[in-house]
């Protein structure tokens, strides 16, 4: 409505939207700039910042002077990932897994070369990430990249050389100028909400609802670096976590390089410094099992803040992905190595074989007519956990097949082939993956179809009907399929919301009983003249 967005006054009896970061994210403002901000926007935005970290992911391998097969494969592998698919409902993570290479890339990039552009580009996507993402993969990402900028520090000061040290800090210390320059809206105004909101205090170190161990990964998430498929069963009793936190796929060729060369000798020192930093990251996910989670909590500021440590993962697959870029370079280029990873792939395949032999007999395998006489959506709806096991290691054995066939047979074209096999199983795996985490087979048309019944500017609210009439449950079924927040669409103040930000007034009243016989009258309003 052309209207700067600093109140919402159509949940929980007003919001001061301004103190929500994402309130200023620059793209969701030039999405609704360009057209009406819908269903489709929604699914566009998604789109886009899959891409965004895909073109990330990559220009962060060029660092490496890898091969450009290689890229093309991680690349691929980081922005069809597991968390980029197994989380696509939660917007705040997939802009900051879509930012966070840029960030990396433009870091690294200062420290080898300085240059003014990156100082301003390196501010600007920081800016982005914290504007859009989710806040606590940002505070982890801004401690990833300090102890990076530590270890580099600590470098230039064994080799003595302090006129780098002066030529690097400068355009670093500027890149945090321009950050804190363009950010300056979003953390003055989050800071001014702070003391009005329960997320504003840290959290405690626990299990519950509002704990630090909440949304942990669990052993059985595992799973999903070789079977992402079972990232779409729906059953919290079964992960003993929300089915979105579970999914660890990075693609089924990168996982087998990291596994190979990391069972090599004298592989080099960047395989093993990103697998170890990865694995560490993985580790803290499983924030219930290992005490890593425990120890940011205890001794670094800000890690208090936000749960999910599910996360971690999302870096994880990002140094995990470059250790398996480095193995895959060597693999094209290193005969010795190629040899052996061709008897590696023999071996793979024996033991996918004997899995897929066992599950055979336990499997119901009446439920596979489905994807005969039915559809893939009924398949998934009906499917266990062994027969989704079972049919995506029917794939992941064909993928293998494939891989050795071409390792075998077909040495000159190689290349080709492994590009063209790692992007079809990404591809897959982000079908079968696609209606449990990413969309719904409910036609977005028709949600669409009834935002043009609600009033395009702001009408003046009722000063005779009651607020407790203008709640969730009283709109319900005003808007097909939409089910929080209905005020918002139709632009009536309201008294209840579906928010991360709890109100301690508004808290203080629901206990005391009082704010359920206010909101038994009408608004009072104040406008000016």
């Not at 626990?206 to 999903?224: E, F, Q, R, V």
């Not at 494939?402 to 492994?418: A, Q």
Request: hydrophobic share 50%; proline share 4%.
């Amino acid at each position: 409505n052309g209207i700067l967005p600093l109140w919402n006054p159509f949940m929980n009896s007003g919001f001061a939207q301004m103190g929500d970061p994402n309130t200023w994210y620059p793209v969701s403002w030039a999405i609704s700039l360009l057209g009406k901000y819908n269903i489709y926007a929604v699914h566009f935005e998604y789109l886009l910042h899959l891409y965004i970290a895909g073109i990330g992911f990559y220009k962060v391998t060029q660092l490496y002077s890898m091969s450009r097969a290689t890229r093309i494969i991680v690349a691929a592998a980081y922005m069809l990932s597991g968390f980029l698919i197994g989380n696509a409902q939660h917007t705040g993570w997939i802009i900051s897994a879509a930012w966070f290479p840029f960030i990396y890339f433009y870091f690294v990039q200062l420290y080898r070369k300085p240059g003014y552009i990156d100082v301003l580009k390196l501010g600007f996507c920081s800016f982005m990430m914290l504007s859009g993402g989710y806040p606590g993969i940002f505070i982890v990402a801004f401690y990833t990249i300090f102890v990076f900028f530590i270890y580099d520090l600590f470098r230039v000061l064994i080799t003595r050389d302090f006129k780098k040290v002066t030529r690097w800090l400068l355009p670093v210390a500027l890149s945090a100028f321009v950050f804190f320059l363009l950010s300056a809206v979003v953390l003055i105004s989050s800071l001014d909400l702070k003391s009005h909101v329960t997320r504003g205090a840290g959290l405690v170190f626990d299990n519950s609802n509002w704990g630090i161990l909440t949304g942990s990964l669990t052993p059985k998430a595992l799973m999903t670096f070789v079977f992402p498929y079972t990232g779409s069963f729906n059953n919290q009793d079964y992960w003993g976590t929300d089915f979105s936190l579970v999914n660890c796929y990075m693609g089924i060729i990168p996982l087998l390089l990291l596994i190979f060369v990391n069972i090599q000798k004298n592989i080099s020192f960047n395989i093993r410094l990103h697998s170890i930093i990865g694995l560490l990251f993985l580790l803290t996910a499983f924030a219930q099992i290992f005490p890593f989670r425990k120890w940011l909590f205890l001794f670094l500021p800000l890690m208090d803040l936000f749960r999910f440590s599910a996360l971690f993962r999302m870096f994880a697959i990002f140094f995990f992905l470059l250790a398996a870029g480095y193995g895959l370079d060597l693999v094209f280029t290193n005969e010795k190595l190629n040899r052996k990873f061709l008897s590696y792939l023999k071996v793979m395949l024996i033991i996918f074989g004997l899995v897929m032999l066992v599950l055979f007999f336990r499997i119901e395998k009446w439920q596979f007519k489905q994807l005969l006489v039915g559809n893939f959506f009924s398949f998934n709806e009906i499917a266990g956990i062994k027969e989704k096991i079972f049919l995506q290691g029917f794939v992941q054995t064909g993928i293998i097949a494939l891989l050795y066939w071409c390792f075998r047979y077909c040495p000159k074209n190689l290349i080709f082939y492994v590009v063209f096999i790692g992007c079809a199983d990404l591809i897959l795996s982000t079908q079968m993956n696609l209606y449990a985490t990413v969309v719904h087979n409910y036609s977005a048309g028709k949600v669409n179809s009834a935002f043009s019944y609600f009033p395009q500017d702001y009408p003046l609210p009722s000063i005779t009907l009651p607020m407790s009439k203008t709640t969730t449950d009283e709109l319900r079924g005003t808007i097909p399929y939409l089910s929080q927040n209905l005020a918002i669409y139709h632009k009536i103040p309201s008294c209840d919301g579906n928010s991360p930000y709890g109100l301690y007034n508004q808290g203080k009243a629901l206990k005391k009983k009082t704010y359920d016989a206010i909101i038994n009258n009408p608004l009072l309003f104040l406008a000016t003249f």
